[in-house]
C-alpha cells in the first residue's frame, strides 16, 4: 500500500503564491505518475497536473497553466505543486493521487486512472 500526505495549503491574498507538497510512504516503488487534483464546494473534483515517474512528462490544466507547475524529488518521495499569481477561484482542497501501475495513456486526466489518494489540503484565496 501507499500513503500520501499533503502540506502546504493555506490562506492567501490573490496574487499571492503557494507551495504544496505530497509525500509518499509505504510502498513507494510502486508509485508511478503523481497527480494533483481539486475539489471546490459545490463542485466535481478536477484534474490540475500529473507528472511522469522520472519527471521529463509533465501536463497542466488550461486553468492552471502558466501559474502553476509540478514537479517531484523521487530520492524524497515527494511531489509538489508550486502555484502562482493564485486567484480566488483557486480555492478549494487539493488532493494528492498516485498511480500505481504502468499505464498508456498520458496524460491521465481523470480520477478513476489514479490508485492512491491523499486526505486533502485546503487552500483558500481571497480577494
Known amino acids: 500500500q501507499v500513503q500520501l500526505v499533503e502540506s502546504g495549503g493555506g490562506l492567501v491574498q490573490a496574487g499571492g503564491s503557494l507551495r504544496l507538497s505530497c509525500v509518499a510512504s509505504g510502498r513507494t516503488d510502486s508509485v508511478y505518475r503523481m497527480g494533483w487534483f481539486r475539489q471546490a464546494p459545490g463542485k466535481e473534483r478536477e484534474f490540475v497536473a500529473v507528472i511522469s515517474r522520472d519527471g521529463v512528462a509533465r501536463s497542466h490544466a488550461d486553468a492552471v497553466k502558466g501559474r502553476f507547475t509540478i514537479s517531484r524529488d523521487n530520492a524524497k518521495n515527494t511531489v509538489y505543486l508550486q502555484m502562482n499569481s493564485l486567484k480566488p477561484e483557486d480555492t478549494a482542497v487539493y488532493y494528492c493521487?498516485?498511480?500505481?501501475?504502468?499505464?498508456?495513456?498520458?496524460?491521465?486526466?481523470?480520477?478513476?486512472?489514479?490508485?492512491?489518494w491523499g486526505q486533502g489540503t485546503q487552500v483558500t484565496v481571497s480577494s
Open positions: 493521487a498516485a498511480v500505481g501501475t504502468t499505464r498508456s495513456n498520458w496524460p491521465p486526466r481523470v480520477d478513476r486512472e489514479y490508485d492512491y
